[in-house]
């Protein structure tokens, strides 16, 4: 599924859309969501071909994270207060965990290229 999300920059960039937008809706991200924002622009950075310097695998261990995160069939409901994020969260440290360099150097990236 998120294979076929990246070949389709139409279907990605509303993804994202919707995913920025239950993001904006948590009032507390934690730490390990806080990284969501990152992996949402290094998404966006790679579907628009300004940074590729990443193996497909990571992207699609990022993008199948996200695809988790904004779906509303999991295993803890998100409705459920104070701990309907935690599988949320968990998929997302997972994924960080399988691409955190990746992501490291995509910011490093990013930061140098967004600098005046």
Same mark, same amino acid.
């Not at 806080?34 to 300004?50: G, M, N, Q």
């Not at 699609?60 to 803890?76: N, R, T």
């Not at 440290?93 to 990746?102: E, R, S, T, W």
């Given at each position: ?28 991200? %934690?730490?390990?969501?806080? =990284?969501?924002? $990152?992996? &949402?622009? *290094?998404?966006?950075?790679? @579907? ?33 207060? %104070?701990?309907?994020?935690? =599988?949320?969260? $968990?998929? &997302?440290? *997972?994924?960080?965990?399988? @691409? ?17």
């Amino acid at each position: 599924k998120a294979k076929k999300l990246l070949e389709d920059s139409e279907k990605m960039e509303r993804f994202l859309e919707r995913l920025e937008k239950k993001l904006a809706k948590i009032p507390y991200a %934690g730490k390990y969501l806080s =990284d969501v924002p $990152a992996l &949402i622009s *290094l998404v966006k950075a790679f @579907v628009e071909k300004r940074y590729t310097d990443i193996p497909i695998g990571s992207i699609i261990a990022i993008v199948g994270g996200l695809i988790y995160f904004l779906s509303p069939i999991d295993i803890i409901p998100d409705f459920i207060p %104070g701990v309907g994020i935690i =599988d949320d969260a $968990a998929v &997302i440290a *997972l994924a960080m965990k399988l @691409v955190h360099d990746d992501v490291k150097e995509y910011k490093v990236w990013r930061d140098t290229n967004t600098l005046g």
